[in-house]
């Protein structure tokens, strides 16, 4: 016979099939996963949602437009930029979200309203006043005048932005 106590035996008998039918932990398992994608998309859209993502993944599209065209380093991306580094100025003091970014660039993708570059200049000037950036409007008003409707730049810009 075994060295074992008759009643540790039947102690081990009882408490077996007890632990066996407590369940299956999968079910936690998926709770918590389920838990941990909410938390993760939570995350994510705070992280998209900020000014300063929605003005780089602009600026990411522009610049990769540009290096196809090779006109990267052109007086119309440094336009571009100061106007969206004063965007992002105006977004962080005053508390804005990513979304409130995107209905400021609303009007650089107006199909109706942008056909010739001097028009892409014009939906600048409006942005920078309505942020109130006088001084970048007034600099932006006096480029819009001596922009040539033939550039290549602008036509690739124009192209980019669904305007022919």
Do not use: C, H
Not at 28 to 38: E, I, M, P, Q
Not at 64 to 89: A, C, P, Y
Not at 111 to 140: G, V
């Amino acid at each position: 016979m075994s060295d074992v106590p008759e009643s540790v035996a039947n102690v081990a008998a009882v408490a077996q099939p007890v632990a066996e039918s407590s369940g299956s932990i999968w079910g936690y398992v998926a709770a918590g996963s389920v838990a941990l994608l909410v938390l993760a998309g939570i995350f994510a859209y705070r992280k998209i949602n900020q000014p300063a993502f929605v003005i780089n993944q602009v600026r990411k599209k522009n610049l990769k437009e540009m290096k196809k065209q090779g006109t990267e380093n052109s007086e119309f991306m440094v336009d571009m930029d100061r106007l969206l580094d004063s965007i992002l100025r105006y977004t962080t003091e005053n508390k804005k979200k990513g979304s409130d970014v995107v209905t400021l660039l609303k009007p650089l993708n107006d199909k109706e309203r942008i056909k010739t570059p001097r028009d892409m200049y014009q939906s600048m000037i409006f942005i920078a006043n309505d942020i109130n950036d006088t001084a970048l409007a007034k600099d932006l008003k006096n480029k819009s005048k001596q922009v040539k409707s033939s550039s290549a730049l602008m036509a690739g810009l124009l192209k980019r932005a669904g305007i022919n």
